[in-house]
């Protein structure tokens, strides 16, 4: 038996991976927002494309400077992630706010952000208007891990959050391999 879903929820249904921070800059401005909308497209080159709403501020400092970091939070930092999610960065330090703490890239302006487990620093190659939404599309310039928890792959210990949609998150942290 299976229940019908209103369209505008139907994202739910195919949420790729796990939420990211995007971090972004441009002059003297920065910000941090939580993004579920993120997606790996390319190996060679390495491309990846985040879906971030048209009226957000985060969207006009990509747009403005054509780059942005993507920050892998651990389970650990749910309520931080949730409190990048529900406040402006035009009005407040994100960061601040959040008792996050941004530290400096390789290749980008924009800041990353030391508790993080991972990172990946992208330059804009494309830029699409979808419905309400820009989806950007940044080569992935320079990347990072914690020693600890990346080995070619996230391991076992390392949690991520993956957003179901209002105030529902699950946290990963079982892996399985299967061998044919």
């Known amino acids: 038996m299976k229940i019908e879903v209103p369209v505008e929820e139907a994202y739910r249904l195919i949420n790729p991976g796990c939420l990211v921070l995007v971090t972004s800059a441009y002059r003297d401005r920065y910000n941090v927002m939580a993004a ?13 494309g985040i879906a971030i709403a048209a009226q957000h501020f985060t969207a006009e400092l990509i747009a403005a400077s054509e780059e942005f970091a993507l920050n892998i939070p651990g389970a650990d930092l749910l309520k931080q992630v949730v409190r990048c999610g529900k406040v402006s960065g035009r ?51 320079a990347a990072s891990a914690d020693k600890d928890l990346f080995i070619e792959r996230w391991g076992e210990s390392a949690e991520m959050i993956h957003h179901l949609g209002g105030n529902w998150f699950y946290l990963s942290g079982r892996r399985a391999e299967v061998k044919e």
């Open 36 to 48: 579920a909308w993120q997606t790996p497209l390319s190996k060679r080159p390495p491309l990846v």
């Open 91 to 141: 009005e407040k330090d994100k960061f601040k706010a959040a008792g996050l703490t941004p530290v400096g890239a390789k290749k980008v302006r924009a800041p990353l952000i030391a508790e993080c487990l991972g990172h990946l620093e992208c330059g804009v190659v494309d830029r699409y208007k979808t419905g309400d939404h820009y989806f950007f599309v940044g080569e992935v310039l």
